[in-house]
């Protein structure tokens, strides 16, 4: 009897591990053709984005620090500064639930106050990317331990988000932010292993900034979608040429092909600015980046602003 009743207990279990596979197996085979469709249609133009004179990336969290007084760990914030507007650009990661996190206590080193910042811009709802993996799970996003409130300040993710009292926004559509600020919207991408298994189909938003006499610099998180469709897009949705890119591309730690075809694309282009991610992107792949591109490359490391113009 014992025996009879092991014997179905794991016939069901194989049967409840193959059920789960192959539903796993149709959510990723139906994400992944989603962002197949995706590239086949035309994205609609963006017209009247403007141009800005000035701009500054200011890194508050990364991997690199420029030194010991600032926090620095796996997740990206950056502050965008252009002539008239102010993005925090994602929240970065606090896995010690820290009061004051890394993000805040990078800020209040710097001078970064949020009353300053008109728009928070999340580039995809990773954890390290909106302040941890609690807040991660419960869809939203934080600077901190605590959610502060953001008043009357602009909110964008690329998927739908709460947050206690704003009103996110999902950035699906190209849309202009400020004069020469623009969203370039949603771009679908497979999601990485594991968090694919929960839930195979993601999205990323990507920032364009249109610098006066230099052209189209692209802001990304962590570059999912991939850089020859980021680009690829970018270019359709603006008219113009791509002149630059600082955020994260996620080459790993190896130098790989791919990372040698991302560095190609860019070279066909007239590049005034290349700043690559260490937090998705190891030092093999930026030494790559920084021989490729000796005039224009710069680090990126959180208090060491990034300045164009």
Not at 216 to 223: D, E, K
Request: proline fraction near 7%; aromatic fraction near 6%; hydrophobic fraction near 50%.
């Amino acid at each position: 009897m014992f025996k009879r009743i092991l014997r179905y207990s794991l016939f069901g279990l194989i049967g409840l591990l193959l059920l789960t596979a192959l539903v796993i197996g149709v959510r990723y085979a139906q994400a992944a053709a989603a962002v197949s469709a995706f590239d086949k249609l035309a994205p609609p133009p963006l017209t009247g984005m403007g141009v800005t004179e000035k701009l500054t990336i200011l890194p508050l969290y990364e991997n690199a620090v420029a030194n010991d007084a600032l926090a620095g760990g796996n997740g990206v914030a950056y502050l965008v500064q252009t002539d008239t507007a102010t993005l925090l650009i994602d929240t970065g990661y606090n896995p010690d639930s820290a009061s004051p996190s890394p993000l805040e206590q990078n800020m209040a080193h710097l001078g970064v106050d949020l009353a300053g910042i008109d728009v928070i811009a999340l580039s995809h709802h990773h954890p390290d990317h909106v302040g941890s993996i609690a807040w991660w799970q419960q869809g939203t996003f934080s600077l901190g331990k605590e959610q502060v409130d953001l008043g009357e300040r602009r909110v964008l993710a690329p998927t739908a988000l709460t947050y206690p009292g704003s009103a996110v926004e999902v950035a699906a559509a190209p849309q202009v932010l400020a004069p020469g600020v623009a969203s370039l919207g949603t771009l679908p991408f497979v999601d990485v292993f594991p968090l694919w298994l929960l839930r195979p189909a993601m999205t990323e938003q990507v920032l364009a900034i249109n610098v006066a006499d230099v052209g189209v610099i692209l802001i990304t998180g962590c570059g999912h979608p991939g850089l020859e469709r980021i680009v690829s897009h970018a270019e359709a949705v603006l008219g113009q040429p791509v002149a630059g890119i600082v955020g994260g591309l996620h080459y790993g730690l190896e130098d790989s092909p791919k990372l040698h075809e991302g560095i190609a694309l860019l070279g066909e282009r007239s590049m005034r600015l290349v700043a690559i991610s260490p937090h998705d992107t190891g030092p093999a792949g930026l030494a790559a980046f920084a021989a490729a591109f000796p005039l224009t490359y710069r680090p990126v490391i959180v208090g060491e602003p990034i300045t164009v113009r």
